[in-house]
């Protein structure tokens, strides 16, 4: 692999450096060749033999430079003050097939300065989801951390239960967080220019022929955040913990905690159950990623040059930002053109879903049942469950936007629309019930089914022979979406 570890060369107030505390007896879970094959880690066949080893903690490569990074951040709308890695290290940075710089972070790997009152440790479940969701957004096209690899151990672990220890190797285009720079605000001031240069230079670089790189930088930030939280969305994806420390620099999802998949279109969705105020539900994440960038925006005006008045200007093209590109992948859901009349169905579909609490994925994909019956056998039975789970009176509203839909549909080129509903609606997402199937199998020792369903996660817009009926089965109408726990 190209090793540049360029985070370990700033200043060391930044981070501690130290090994990984080893796991007792691990164990493979899962192995992600085609990160390993991007991250040129497949062509040295040390570390694929000892892939199990590094993970574990047992052996650090040469090259590798293991670090626990510090930051701070707002959580849950509170300053919570210093953070940092409490249970993961930055073990290595390397240049990956595309020359793009990866982090390699190992998670659950032990205690470091920054731990408090955890224990440095994973557990098993979360580690399975973490991997899973990775995988997924990968292959959906979405911009987030993936990983190589999981462990899982004999090293008990306490959460509500006694659970078994786990590892993972996550990899991401960056672990530089808003959270990064509340951090040095507040504990650093004095390294602000020279961390802000960092991040230029490693993940802006273009941004260094603007007149003024730094507010070209804060307003590129902002942008991919709008664009990040519209992927989500389109996706129907809940994050859970929209805190500043855990929203990535570069526009990428990272920290998979108590996320979830929509089912039941409910916009007002809660997934983390710790979230007693609904700050994160589903409807907000494009309000809160604001509110984040305008809490860590005020941070540069210590910066030459960077006034109220700028970093206003620099914030301002979030809402626009977002609601393009919200409403480009709307209506591309839909098959349709991005124009007024598009927009018009997008949002009465949206009501339709929402007034029958229908599945999310499922109905957007049951449009191909509609158009082309006979070529997509599998989305015709989706468009008869949707229908058949229809009051009398919702039937009426479906027959009227069916008949709106088929004429708009009708002056465009049928292929074109069929290609665009294929290909920007998934047949499978993780759903939290085929996950949990996966993970009650993995702490009996079997690790079958998290194979199974990395592969059928690896071509989610296609309908699959290993699919069973459950992979897109939603839950029971009015039956409450299981919320998901920030104990991990």
Not at 91 to 111: E, F, P, R, S, Y
Not at 335 to 348: I, K, T
Request: proline letters at 6%; charged letters at 20%.
């Amino acid at each position: 692999m190209r090793y540049q570890n360029s985070y370990a060369k700033l200043d060391p107030r930044l981070y501690h450096k130290q090994p990984p505390t080893a796991l007792d007896n691990p164990r493979a879970g899962h192995f992600n060749l085609q990160v390993a094959e991007q991250l040129g880690w497949s062509e040295d066949k040390e570390l694929m033999q000892r892939w199990v080893d590094i993970i574990g903690g047992h052996y650090v490569p040469d090259g590798f430079e293991p670090l626990a990074m510090a930051y701070a951040g707002h959580q849950f709308g509170q300053w919570a003050g210093q953070l940092g890695d409490g249970r993961g290290l930055l073990m290595a940075q390397v240049l990956d097939n595309n020359d793009t710089l990866q982090d390699l972070h190992l998670k659950g790997i032990g205690l470091t300065p920054y731990s408090r009152m955890g224990d440095g440790r994973a557990v098993l479940r979360s580690t399975i989801r973490e991997y899973l969701c990775g995988h997924a957004f990968a292959q959906l096209g979405i911009p987030a951390s993936n990983a190589l690899g999981f462990v899982v151990s004999d090293t008990p672990v306490r959460r509500e239960k006694m659970e078994a220890g786990a590892a993972l190797m996550r990899v991401a285009d960056s672990h530089i967080r808003l959270g990064h720079v509340e951090w040095i605000a507040s504990f650093a001031p004095d390294l602000l220019g020279e961390f802000t240069d960092y991040m230029i230079d490693t993940y802006y670089p273009d941004c260094r022929d603007s007149e003024q790189p730094v507010l070209s930088f804060l307003s590129a930030v902002v942008e991919r955040t709008a664009r990040m939280i519209a992927d989500w969305q389109l996706i129907g994806f809940a994050h859970g913990v929209m805190n500043t420390d855990n929203l990535s620099i570069t526009g990428s999802t990272l920290d998979f905690g108590p996320f979830g998949f929509m089912e039941r279109f409910n916009p007002a969705w809660i997934n983390n159950h710790s979230d007693h105020t609904g700050r994160y539900a589903y409807q907000n994440q494009p309000a809160i990623g604001y509110w984040n960038l305008n809490v860590w925006l005020p941070h540069f005006m210590r910066l030459p040059g960077v006034t109220r008045e700028t970093l206003a200007d620099c914030l301002a093209p979030y809402e626009t930002v977002f609601m393009q590109h919200y409403q480009q992948g709307l209506c591309r859901k839909l098959g349709l053109p991005h124009e007024q009349v598009s927009l018009g169905l997008a949002f009465d579909w949206l009501s339709l879903l929402e007034d029958n609490l229908l599945d999310y994925t499922n109905s957007f994909r049951a449009l191909l049942g509609l158009i082309a019956p006979d070529n997509y056998p599998h989305e015709k039975q989706l468009l008869a469950t949707l229908t058949h789970e229809l009051s009398a009176e919702a039937l009426t509203v479906w027959q009227d936007w069916r008949k709106r839909y088929l004429a708009q549909i009708a002056t465009l080129s049928i292929d074109e629309v069929i290609e665009n509903i294929e290909n920007n609606n998934p047949v499978y997402v993780l759903r939290n019930d085929i996950a949990q199937r996966a993970i009650t199998a993995a702490e009996q020792g079997q690790f079958d089914e998290v194979d199974r369903l990395y592969t059928l996660l690896a071509t989610p817009y296609k309908v699959q022979e290993l699919a069973t009926v459950l992979d897109s089965s939603p839950p029971a109408p009015n039956a409450p979406q299981m919320p998901i726990s920030c104990s991990s």
